[in-house]
Structure formats: structure tokens, C-alpha cells
């Protein structure tokens, strides 16, 4: 088990851009989860990612070999908050990557003069509450439109 390191990944960086085509898999991966099955956020949110929109952070967790053991990304919303998609582990880790992330997109919303954080997950679990003060406010809910609505 390594210590991970957190880092915001630009898509421009010499070294660490070559890790968003193989992040994006991932991401498409849970963006499908949450219900983007056509991919229309995460299209969105690779185009504000690859226009250096300061708006968008997408973070990995990396191993001591450089390997992608965790990921998230955040966009900021439009009623003065930031929403992450839950961090995810591949592997566990000598620290806390989880909170480490959630920590780091915290901070980068303050930048932005946000006052909340809204994290979208598959399931709800009493562990994100106790650890990180995450409590559900909304459920989201889907139906599909038919021709016969």
C-alpha cells in the first residue's frame, strides 16, 4: 500500500496531461453511473477542462510510481457552490486519499468564492456524513420521456 499524492491534472502539462485520455475513460465510466448516458456533462466538462476554464478541477490520486489509484472532478455550479463527483479508489492508499481530494476541491472552490460543496453519488452511505459532512438534501430522480407522455 503507497502513499498517494493529489494532484489537479492540466491537460497541457508536458507529463501530467498524458494522464487524461486514460482518466476521461474513468470518468466516462462514472459519469454513465450517475445517468449521463449519452455523455453531455462529460463532454461539457472536458471542453471547460481542455479551454483551461477555471471553473472545472479534475484531481487524481497517484501512486509512488506514478499510477492513477483515484480520481474526481468538480465544476462550480451556478447558486455559488462547486459539485464533485464522489471520489473514487481503485486501490487503498496509506493516507486518506478521499478526504485529501474532497480537502483539495474545498479549497479550490474558496478560491472561487463558493460557499458549498455538493458531492453526486450512486448511493448514500452514513460514513460521508460522519467523516465529511456530506448530507443528503435532494434525491434525483429520472424518468424517460415516451411518445405516448
Known sequence: ?????????????????????????????AYIGMGDDMGQLLVQFMSSLYSRDLGVILLVALDSQSRVVGYTAATVSTDNGVVMLKPRLEEPTE???????????????????????????????????????????????????????
Not at 1 to 29: C, E
Not at 107 to 114: A, C, I, P, V
Open 1 to 29: 500500500m503507497d502513499k498517494a499524492r493529489i494532484v489537479a491534472i492540466d491537460p497541457y502539462h508536458p507529463q501530467l496531461g498524458l494522464l487524461v485520455p486514460f482518466v476521461l475513460q474513468k470518468l466516462q465510466a
Open 95 to 149: 493516507n486518506d486519499a478521499i478526504a485529501e481530494m474532497i480537502q483539495q476541491v474545498k479549497e479550490w472552490g474558496k478560491k472561487l468564492n463558493r460557499n458549498r460543496v455538493y458531492m453526486i453519488a450512486k448511493s448514500y452511505d452514513k460514513k460521508w456524513n460522519e467523516k465529511h459532512g456530506f448530507e443528503v438534501r435532494r434525491y434525483i430522480m429520472e424518468s424517460t420521456i415516451r411518445d405516448d407522455a
